[in-house]
C-alpha cells in the first residue's frame, strides 16, 4: 500500500506527493522563436479533430442518432472545411482516431493527399487517464501503425482524446519517437515539456477551450447543454485571439471538429477567419508539425 493512500483529503496530502503529483508533466523551456519563416510576424496552426462516430462510441454509447451526428462530421463537414482550405491554399493538421480512420479510409488518405498532415488521436477517443499503462501504450502504437497503413504517412505528432493526458502518455510518445503534442494549456506559444523535471526534447503546441469550437457549440440534449454563443460571437473571439498572437509575434492554435463547425451557418468562421490573417502582411500558414519543429530549431536562447 502507498504510504500517501492513508491521505484522503488533498489538504492532508504531504508535500512530497502533491509535489510528484504537479512535477509529472511540465512545460520546461520557452520555444518562441525569434522569427517565423521568410520574416513572417505570425504562425497560425489551424487544425481539426475528425472525431466523427468515435464521439459515441467511446462510451459504450450505441444511439443512432448520435451516431448520425458523427457521420455528418466526415459525410457533409469535412468536404466543406477541405474546400475551404483549398480555396485559400492554406495547410491545416487533422487528428484522427484510428477506429474513425478505418471507418472512412478515403477521408484519411483525402487528407494526406491535399497536402494536409494527419496526427494521433487515440484508438476510439478514449480517455487515456483511465487507461493501464500497457493499455493506452498498445492503443497508440496500433493508431500509429493505422493510420500509416490507411494514408502512408505515420504521425509525427498528437493530440490526446478530449485533452486527457495520463501519467504514461508523455514518455510513450517518447518512445513511439513523436516530434509534439497538442493536448495542454501551459502557454499560449510553444514550449518544451518536463517529465518528471527533466526536459523531454517534445514540443507542447498548446490548446485552450477559448480557442475551441466546441466549448461554444456543442449540444446534448441528454444534458440540457444548450449552445449559448452564436457564431458571430465565436468568430469574434477567435478574431481577437488571433489579433493579439499577431501583436505578439507568436502562434496562432485553433481547434475546430467537422462536426461543429462544418454546417452552413458556422462554415464561414474558418473562411473569415483564414480571410482576416491572409489580409495582413506576414502571416504563416502551417501545420502543427512545421510550427512546432520551427519553433525548437529556432527558439531563441534562454
Not at 39 to 61: M, P, Q, W, Y
Given at each position: 500500500?502507498?504510504?500517501?493512500?492513508?491521505?484522503?483529503?488533498?489538504?492532508?496530502?504531504?508535500?512530497?506527493?502533491?509535489?510528484?503529483?504537479?512535477?509529472?508533466?511540465?512545460?520546461?523551456?520557452?520555444?518562441?522563436?525569434?522569427?517565423?519563416?521568410?520574416?513572417?510576424?505570425?504562425?497560425?496552426?489551424?487544425?481539426?479533430?475528425?472525431?466523427?462516430?468515435?464521439?459515441?462510441?467511446?462510451?459504450?454509447?450505441?444511439?443512432?442518432?448520435?451516431?448520425?451526428?458523427?457521420?455528418?462530421?466526415?459525410?457533409?463537414?469535412?468536404?466543406?472545411?477541405?474546400?475551404?482550405?483549398?480555396?485559400y491554399a492554406v495547410p491545416a493538421s487533422f487528428f484522427?482516431?484510428?477506429?474513425?480512420?478505418?471507418?472512412?479510409?478515403?477521408?484519411?488518405?483525402?487528407?494526406?493527399?491535399?497536402?494536409?498532415?494527419?496526427?494521433?488521436?487515440?484508438?476510439?477517443?478514449?480517455?487515456?487517464?483511465?487507461?493501464?499503462?500497457?493499455?493506452?501504450?498498445?492503443?497508440?502504437?496500433?493508431?500509429?501503425?493505422?493510420?500509416?497503413?490507411?494514408?502512408?504517412?505515420?504521425?509525427?505528432?498528437?493530440?490526446?482524446?478530449?485533452?486527457?493526458?495520463?501519467?504514461?502518455?508523455?514518455?510513450?510518445?517518447?518512445?513511439?519517437?513523436?516530434?509534439?503534442?497538442?493536448?495542454?494549456?501551459?502557454?499560449?506559444?510553444?514550449?518544451?515539456?518536463?517529465?518528471?523535471?527533466?526536459?523531454?526534447?517534445?514540443?507542447?503546441?498548446?490548446?485552450?477551450?477559448?480557442?475551441?469550437?466546441?466549448?461554444?457549440?456543442?449540444?446534448?440534449?441528454?444534458?440540457?447543454?444548450?449552445?449559448?454563443?452564436?457564431?458571430?460571437?465565436?468568430?469574434?473571439?477567435?478574431?481577437?485571439?488571433?489579433?493579439?498572437?499577431?501583436?505578439?509575434?507568436?502562434?496562432?492554435?485553433?481547434?475546430?471538429?467537422?462536426?461543429?463547425?462544418?454546417?452552413?451557418?458556422?462554415?464561414?468562421?474558418?473562411?473569415?477567419?483564414?480571410?482576416?490573417?491572409?489580409?495582413?502582411?506576414?502571416?504563416?500558414?502551417?501545420?502543427?508539425?512545421?510550427?512546432?519543429?520551427?519553433?525548437?530549431?529556432?527558439?531563441?536562447?534562454?
Open positions: 500500500m502507498n504510504p500517501d493512500d492513508s491521505y484522503s483529503q488533498p489538504w492532508q496530502w504531504p508535500e512530497a506527493h502533491w509535489r510528484k503529483l504537479v512535477d509529472q508533466v511540465r512545460a520546461g523551456r520557452a520555444l518562441r522563436p525569434n522569427g517565423w519563416p521568410a520574416g513572417a510576424r505570425c504562425a497560425v496552426a489551424l487544425s481539426f479533430d475528425c472525431d466523427h462516430e468515435t464521439s459515441e462510441l467511446r462510451e459504450g454509447g450505441k444511439s443512432i442518432g448520435r451516431l448520425s451526428w458523427g457521420q455528418y462530421g466526415s459525410r457533409a463537414g469535412m468536404p466543406r472545411i477541405l474546400d475551404v482550405l483549398r480555396k484522427v482516431p484510428a477506429v474513425t480512420a478505418l471507418l472512412h479510409p478515403e477521408e484519411a488518405r483525402s487528407i494526406v493527399g491535399d497536402g494536409h498532415e494527419i496526427g494521433l488521436h487515440g484508438w476510439i477517443h478514449e480517455l487515456n487517464s483511465v487507461l493501464p499503462h500497457e493499455a493506452e501504450r498498445d492503443l497508440l502504437l496500433r493508431s500509429a501503425d493505422t493510420l500509416e497503413t490507411i494514408t502512408g504517412q505515420r504521425p509525427v505528432g498528437m493530440r490526446t482524446p478530449s485533452w486527457d493526458f495520463s501519467p504514461h502518455t508523455l514518455s510513450i510518445a517518447r518512445e513511439m519517437g513523436l516530434r509534439y503534442d497538442s493536448s495542454l494549456m501551459a502557454d499560449v506559444d510553444c514550449y518544451e515539456l518536463l517529465e518528471a523535471g527533466v526536459p523531454s526534447g517534445l514540443v507542447e503546441l498548446p490548446v485552450e477551450w477559448i480557442r475551441d469550437d466546441g466549448a461554444y457549440l456543442i449540444m446534448n440534449r441528454f444534458e440540457a447543454v444548450r449552445p449559448y454563443t452564436s457564431p458571430a460571437d465565436v468568430y469574434d473571439i477567435f478574431r481577437r485571439e488571433f489579433d493579439a498572437a499577431y501583436a505578439e509575434g507568436g502562434v496562432f492554435q485553433l481547434t475546430m471538429h467537422p462536426h461543429v463547425t462544418g454546417y452552413r451557418s458556422r462554415i464561414w468562421i474558418l473562411e473569415e477567419i483564414i480571410r482576416h490573417a491572409q489580409s495582413l502582411p506576414g502571416v504563416w500558414f502551417a501545420t502543427h508539425r512545421d510550427v512546432a519543429e520551427w519553433a525548437l530549431e529556432h527558439a531563441q536562447p534562454t
